[in-house]
């Protein structure tokens, strides 16, 4: 390894690197060449300058005692040299030099290893038009222009296409300060719905709704227009009007310059990489959003445009071309997103990715309390596991709730990225005390539903239509009341081993209570007297959660 | 395996044994004896009815759904018989039977496979003296004893011998509802001395006197009085009287049925089992705070009584009963303690255990932001992380803060437990969103404050005195005034390049900042130009709020 470093991108990855590279070697000259002249935000913080929560974009280049990090702060503390306002034109891999467009003319720069830190861009949609009143949001400017409009009054109605990570942060957004009416349109059948399942989809759908957001999804976008009066997004089924469009369908990866270069790109047009960071031409690393990773479950290469990846990435890049013996392995693409007040978070795949990569895939659904189940401020967090049926593999998680979920899916990250089972799963090992968790972790109870799922005592989607089964509601009356399933069959599981009568058995059940604790119970007994009997998984609280009073 | 399976204790093992085991195997005969009329309490629950939190005692004893879990809901809906009110008087291990004395007078009952779940009684002090005034807190007695008490306002000054999680959670029922006024005494040098470290326990001990409780630290208990006017304790310093005192110093496992049926008993004194929770004597088995388990860092096998542990160790050795390939393998032993406004939790070994076990262990500090440091609610969190030297793994965590700080050490007990390195934990994965996490997650920058320390960039303890060096203080002006160190040389972190010539070279320096992470910065900087040079780890955040203002 040499001692020229150019870093092409003032990202996170190309900044993380840049700054351990020079603690790493003292002595290497590094540079980072940035076409902007604002860089170095905390841009997964742009929904919140735009909700207030944060005051100003500003606080997003500042390091936690308030320091803005400009190029004189990277200069003096960091000890990295940075060529702000600089464009690469061409990279020329042979010769190790690249040409760049600065406010002063072009240069010629030379480097002994090449950094691409180019990072992703904003998709757009087929035939979407240029006009001021569509943007997508990506850049401090796109925020910084959204809140003026916000600020002057002039959006009061706004459409959000793509319910995905940033569609669902900003539908907050436009909602909680400004109350604008928010038309949220998502293609897929739901929200997140490359992330998570139908049943968890469903929660957050109904939090929007009840939020005052109005969800369309399954919905393709036909046709943008728009004019100084507004914009109109024609669907389907309607055109819908509002002030402001905003396009949220998701990023690709940032690689004109990649190609330029003659860097081979991987199959999902992201730079290819292995786990050392290197490209396919020697000299030239790539790290951050820009890159293809692998993905523990499927191994396949995935781009996942994730601000925790990119900054371990850069990271582990400056230990590369410090000779250091770091690896950038597999991911199980964990994540989180606040929706209002629930909490989303998800790790590994759910069941539908997984059934589209050809696993056999299972999986079950919980309710369960995040503390002793006696603890007043106690928050119900709804779980789905899904696994592997021939090996029992852990394939995914996900968990949405009202209190923080982040710590369950931080654990199950562990274990997809293991290739562990469920069996090992359920004997995990977890801090209790009633404020905080119950006695049994949640993620061991998922375990031990799971493999009871396998052993035939058997859950349905909280979704799951009657269809040919009778119901059975095990609950007892107060509860019925409260969260209500018609025609259905009442005897609390207190007096069930005194009412078998009462139950044809020559018919399919599907048992009903609060969380899936009690209808399991039944389902188990029911089946020990031969009966057809399966439980509604994450009970009715789930179901209710996510159809309310259509359920 | 034969089926009359006979379980000796209605404790959380017993009974999760029990209602697991009839599950698996619904046509075996499963008795639980129990010498209690009522039991089946989450006892973890017990100080929180104390401060009314929970209004009433039967809400430990109910499911989730507010069944009473009494003899007739274990038989109805458990398929499980219990005999209350029997105690066991002697056990015949080759005759597979055992005598017990119930309201009927004495039984004698046969079984083909035994299961201890005797748990564990409270220590005493020797000499403790028997009076109304005195008591333990184990029982569901004690809490209905101490609550009409206070109720009757009996109760105005009360000491806490101990400050373990039962005393520490006590303090604050005291102070919090009752605003009694409350003496810790402890013998160790700060609380939970045989969890955390100093650091940590400084950070509780700093808390528990903003909120008003009096603790005494370091100090032995020479004599306790007791009459009809009150207590007195005698230490070495003091004579303290109180109305009321609560010996808290810990539990001993329940061993005496053990002894008669003449078990092997461990290093611990707990009974011994294997890993399948099979003791010394065949077709007899124990689970429980009765049991000594294996530590996962020392092998050595350790009493845990802990209610996570004693739920998982019932519920295993059921499905070992029901002939299942299961284990209850080594423990982190991680647990958690709410004090007043802090949460403590903690897994593995502290560093003063594990050089008290022989490993030349080392230890970092860090004060980081749960959340992204611009996230508006974002708290402080603690961390210190212990590991060996030699190899680099990991022995453990301990992390204190004003938010949840369990789902960091969930995710570090999953490391401990495999034995895995810091360098792996470095490349831990997390979900992150600014609301939730930091991007990098703070168990990977403390992973990488360790390899820094392995690689000559050292902190000291936050509760570091000055000693030899020189103090730099590299903080804002601002900072310095909020927390300050005097006699302290002051150079912001960025304009130490240019005022190295005010630092005297040939001097030892401890250079501070809020956090330790400018400090760290500027100890790099200036070992690279040969001063010696250390930072304080944690920072002032952590001094100050273990020392406040005497830091």
Redesign the interface.
Known sequence: MSHRVMIVGAS?AGLRCAARLR?LQ?DWKITVCEQATAYSF?A??FP?VLSG??DDLA??R??????LRDRS?FE??KGVEILEGHRVLSIDSKDRSLEAEGPDGRVLLSWDQLVLATGASPISIPGQPEHPRLCSFHLAEDVRRLKTALIRGEIERVIIIGAG?VGLELAEAFRSLWEAEVILVEAGPHPLPKLLDAEAGALLRRELGKQGVRVICGCPVEEILADDKGVVVRCPAEAIRADHLIVAVGVKPETALAQLAGLALGRTGAIAVNERLATSKPNIWAAGDCIEVRHAVSGEAVHCP????A??QG??LAGVLAGREE???S??G?????VFDL?A???GCSLSEARRLGFHARAVWMTT?EC?????ESEDVHIQLVWEEETMRLLGVQAVGRG?V??????A???V?QGASIDRLA???????????P???PL?VAA?IARNQHEGLCCLSPLSKAGRRHILDV??PS?QKLRPWADALHIP??EL?GRLAELDSSVPWLVI???G??SA?AV?WLR?RRLDARYLGGGMIWRHSALGDGA
């Open positions: 996170a603690r003292p905390a997964c913080g919140w929560e944060i606080e997003l500042s390091t936690s005692w308030g320091a702060f003096d503390v990570l994730l601000g925790s990846l900054n371990r990271r582990v690896r950038f392995r991911v199980a964990a994540m989180v997103v606040k909490t978070a998800a790790t309390d002793a189940h006696y603890w007043p923080r982040t710590g369950l899916i931080d654990v990250t562990q274990y990225l004997g995990l090992e977890h801090c209790y005390a009633p404020p905080f968790a006695a049994l972790s061991a031990f609950r007892l509860e599981l207190e081993r209570c609060e969380r604790t009690r119970e188990r020990e």
